[in-house]
C-alpha cells in the first residue's frame, strides 16, 4: 500500500463494491465510547545491534543520505494481499517489520523510520479503511511507542514526501526496487551508487553478531521439530501426499516462527531429482525415498535451511544406502574444509571431489576424476547440479548481491554461516545410470557456523549417517503425530 492508503496497484480502500456504506448516524455513533489504551512497550534487547548497523552502513558512505524502505504490500487478487514480508536490509538495520515505512540515515548520523502510525479514534480511518483501520486489521504502535521499541527516532509517512524532496541531489542513495513511490521520488543521478549501497549492505551482513546466531539457531530448532513432526506422520507401509507433509511442516512454522523460509520441497521418489520441487503434488511410496528440503523463519524472520532424505520403509535398500553414503562422505568432507580464511571455492572442491570419485565407483562417471574435476568439463555435474552451498541469514539464499570477490571467489571469514547441501540426482530419463539408480535422489543439508576455529553445526539436532536416520525414523514413528505444544 503507498501512502495514500491504496492497495499497490488496486483501488483505494472504501472503493470496492462490497465495501459497506456508512450513514452519517452509524459514523457519529462509532466515534464514541472508545478507552483509550496505550501499549505497554519497552526497549528491545537488539536495538544496540541495530544502532551499530546503521552506523556502519553511515560510515562506509561519508556526507550521505541513504534511504532504505521496507517494501509494500503485493497484490495477490483483487484486493487480498499477499502476506507482507519488508525488506531484509531494511530489518536489519531497524529491527521494523512494518509495511510502507522507509528508513533515513542522514550525513549528521541521525536516523529516522518514517511509519505509518496507529489509526487514531478522531477520524473515521479506524473503523471505514479495511486496508489500514484498526478494527479491520489491528492495532499498530504510535510513534512513541514505535520510538521506544527501536529506539529510533520515528516521523510519520506523510512526512516522508517532504524528507525526500530535501534529499541532495548526488549526495543520496536508496535501496531500489522496494517502494515505487520513493523511487519514483528520488531520482537516479548514477544508478551505480544505488548498486553500490545494496552491495555495501550485502557485505556488511556477511558477518553474523551474536544475537543474529542465536536467531538462527532458533529457526534452526524449530525446523528439527518440524522434521520431526513430518518423520512421526509418515507411514511406512502405505502411501501419504507430499502436500500432508508440507503442511504439518508449515503448521510448525507457524506455531513456532513467522512462516516457512521458502517453499518447501518434498520430494518422493523421482520428485526429488527435481531440485525445487515446490508442486509437492505427488505421494511417497514404500521402498522410495523422500528428500525434505524445508526450513523455518523465526519470529525476526531469520531462516533455517535444512534437507534429509528419509528411506520410506524406515531401512535403506543397499543401493540407496551406497548413495546415500556418497553424499555423506562428501557433506563431510566440506565441512571439515570449513574454517576462517578458508576459500569458498575450496568447499565446494572438497564436496564435488568426493562424489565424483563416488561416481566413477558406481561405474557411471564417462572419464577419470581428474579430467572431471577439471573446470572446461566438470562431467560430474551432470548428477549434481547445484554448488555445495550458500550464505543463510534473514535469506535463505543471504547477501546474494555481495561481490563475487567477497563471496564465491571469496574467503570465509569468522561469523559466517552458510548451507553445505551436496546431493547426486539420478533423473528417470537418464540412459546413462543404469536402470536401478534412476529417479533416485539424495541430498544432505546443514546449517554450519565459520568459528574462530573451525566451524560449528548449527543443525546437529537432525541424524546424518544411514544408520542413524533409519534408528531417528523409527523412535518418531513409534512416538506418533502430536500437534505442537
Wanted: charge should be negative; hydrophobic fraction near 35%; aromatic fraction near 6%.
Amino acid at each position: 500500500m503507498d501512502a495514500t492508503g491504496n492497495v499497490a496497484g488496486g483501488e483505494p480502500a472504501g472503493s470496492q463494491s462490497h465495501d459497506p456504506d456508512f450513514p452519517e448516524r452509524f459514523r457519529e455513533f462509532m466515534r464514541t465510547g472508545w478507552r483509550d489504551a496505550g501499549l505497554d512497550v519497552t526497549p528491545r534487547a537488539e536495538a544496540p545491534d541495530h544502532a551499530k548497523r546503521r552506523a556502519e552502513l553511515s560510515a562506509a558512505f561519508p556526507g550521505e543520505t541513504l534511504i532504505i524502505p521496507s517494501g509494500v504490500e503485493r497484490v495477490r487478487s483483487n484486493d487480498t494481499s499477499h502476506a507482507f514480508r519488508p525488506g531484509t536490509e531494511h530489518v536489519w538495520l531497524s529491527g521494523s517489520h512494518e509495511p510502507d515505512s522507509v528508513l533515513v540515515l542522514r550525513p549528521s548520523g541521525d536516523a529516522t523510520l518514517y511509519v505509518r502510525p496507529r489509526s487514531p479514534r478522531d477520524t473515521d480511518e479506524f473503523f471505514t479503511d479495511r486496508n489500514h483501520g484498526e478494527l479491520w486489521v489491528g492495532r499498530r504502535h504510535t510513534l512513541a511507542e514505535r520510538a521506544t521499541e527501536l529506539q529510533l527516532s520515528t516521523a510519520h509517512i506523510d512526512e516522508l514526501g517532504a524528507a525526500l524532496d530535501d534529499c541532495a541531489p548526488g549526495r543520496t542513495r536508496v535501496l531500489r526496487g522496494f517502494d515505487p513511490a520513493v523511487d519514483g521520488r528520488v531520482r537516479a543521478t548514477d544508478p551505480q551508487r544505488d548498486a553500490d549501497l545494496a552491495t555495501i549492505l550485502a557485505e556488511l551482513r556477511l558477518v553474523k553478531d551474536a544475537w543474529e546466531v542465536e536467531q538462527l539457531q532458533d529457526a534452526i530448532d524449530a525446523t528439527v521439530r518440524g522434521f520431526e513432526d513430518a518423520a512421526r506422520a509418515l507411514p511406512a507401509d502405505r502411501p501419504v501426499r507430499e502436500r500432508l507433509i508440507e503442511g504439518l511442516f508449515w503448521l510448525r512454522a507457524r506455531h513456532d516462527g513467522n512462516d516457512v523460509g521458502y517453499s518447501s520441497i518434498v520430494g518422493a521418489g523421482a520428485h526429488g531429482t527435481i531440485l525445487h520441487w515446490t508442486r509437492n503434488d505427488g505421494e511417497t511410496r514404500p521402498g522410495e525415498l523422500l528428500l525434505l528440503d524445508m526450513g523455518v523463519e523465526n519470529r525476526n524472520l531469520y531462516t533455517a535451511d535444512v534437507t534429509r532424505t528419509l528411506p520410506v520403509s524406515g531401512t535403506f535398500t543397499p543401493l540407496q544406502r551406497q548413495v546415500y553414503d556418497l553424499v555423506h562422505r562428501s557433506q563431510q568432507a566440506g565441512i571439515d574444509t570449513i574454517r576462517p580464511g578458508a576459500d569458498f571455492d575450496d568447499v565446494h572442491q572438497a564436496c564435488m571431489r568426493v562424489l565424483a570419485e563416488g561416481l566413477h565407483d558406481l561405474g557411471i562417471l564417462p572419464v577419470t576424476v581428474d579430467e572431471a574435476m577439471k573446470s572446461d568439463s566438470i562431467l560430474y555435474r551432470r548428477w549434481t547440479l547445484h554448488g555445495f552451498g550458500h550464505m543463510l541469514g534473514l535469506d535463505v539464499h543471504d547477501c546474494a548481491r555481495s561481490r563475487k570477490e567477497k563471496y564465491r571467489e571469496g574467503s570465509l571469514g569468522a561469523g559466517y554461516v552458510l548451507t553445505v547441501e551436496p546431493g547426486l540426482y539420478f533423473q528417470p530419463e537418464d540412459e546413462l545410470v543404469p536402470q536401478e539408480l534412476r529417479g533416485l535422489a539424495v541430498r544432505i543439508e546443514d546449517d554450519v557456523l565459520v568459528t574462530p576455529t573451525g566451524a560449528r553445526n548449527l543443525s546437529d539436532g537432525l541424524p546424518r549417517t544411514a544408520d542413524d536416520v533409519e534408528s531417528w525414523l523409527a523412535a518418531r514413528r513409534e512416538e506418533g503425530y502430536r500437534l505442537p505444544q
